[in-house]
């Protein structure tokens, strides 16, 4: 099993930046790939971005280009930098790694307001 910490978030003025991180623990040998998704209120969860283990990323279209996403294999942590954020940008923040399972953290608040 995979274990998922997410921590980061916070309350940001539009324009603002971010850097969430997910610290990840137990068999992350067996890990394709992690990415993080959001949930917004009264909406679905949706992608934002994701890497591989030979760190190939994709991003969703509404991040492209303000969002990195990273890993620090020695720190066992995938990060999400998150630039010039926007109000639709809201949402909680989940962290995901897809290897023998899917597994998820419990989110991390992200809120964009002035």
């Known amino acids: 099993q995979v274990q998922l910490v997410e921590s980061g978030g916070g309350l940001v003025q539009p324009g603002g930046s971010l850097r969430l991180s997910c610290a990840v623990s137990?068999?992350?040998?067996?890990?394709?790939?992690m990415g993080w998704y959001r949930q917004a209120p009264g909406k679905q969860r949706e992608f934002v971005a994701t890497?591989?283990?030979?760190?190939?990323?994709t991003y969703a279209e509404s991040v492209k280009g303000r969002f990195i996403i990273s890993r620090d294999n020695a720190k066992n942590t995938v990060y999400l930098q998150m630039n010039t954020l926007k109000p639709e940008d809201t949402a909680v923040y989940y962290c995901?790694?897809?290897?023998?399972?899917?597994?998820w953290g419990r989110g991390t608040q992200v809120t964009v307001s002035s």
């Open positions: 995901n790694a897809v290897g023998r399972g899917v597994s």
């Open positions: 137990g068999s992350i040998f067996s890990i394709n790939s």
């Open positions: 890497i591989t283990i030979t760190s190939f990323t």
